[in-house]
């Protein structure tokens, strides 16, 4: 027998830190509005916190407008700006619900 004292019974330990998030991987999401008669046509959403303007597409031959951004892999909900009015996307697979009881496009990165 021993005289040493009984060990005691290893305990949970919290840790201090939580564990570094990954950073999530960049996209690439192109966005693409028909509109000859446009002025101007931007994109917001969840991604640029809905600002009407922040995302304005470049207009191509025949009224087509375009704008390639860098987005988070993911959903993300989405609307044009096309003059100044807010628009669903006509060639979006996906809608959801919005709380201004209308409907926003979803993309899917």
């Not at 027998?1 to 690439?28: G, I």
Request: hydrophobic share 35%.
């Amino acid at each position: 027998m021993s005289n040493q004292p009984p060990t005691a019974p290893r305990r949970y330990q919290p840790v201090s830190r939580f564990p570094p998030k990954k950073p999530q991987k960049l996209r690439h999401a192109t966005f693409r509005f028909a509109n000859p008669t446009a002025q101007t046509v931007c994109v917001a959403g969840d991604f640029n916190t809905w600002s009407p303007d922040a995302n304005p597409m470049s207009r191509t031959t025949g009224g087509l407008w375009v704008l390639q951004l860098e987005l988070t892999s993911g959903r993300h909900e989405y609307l044009f700006t096309v003059d100044g009015k807010w628009a669903l996307d006509p060639k979006a697979v996906i809608s959801a619900p919005n709380s201004h009881g209308g409907r926003n496009s979803v993309i899917l990165v």
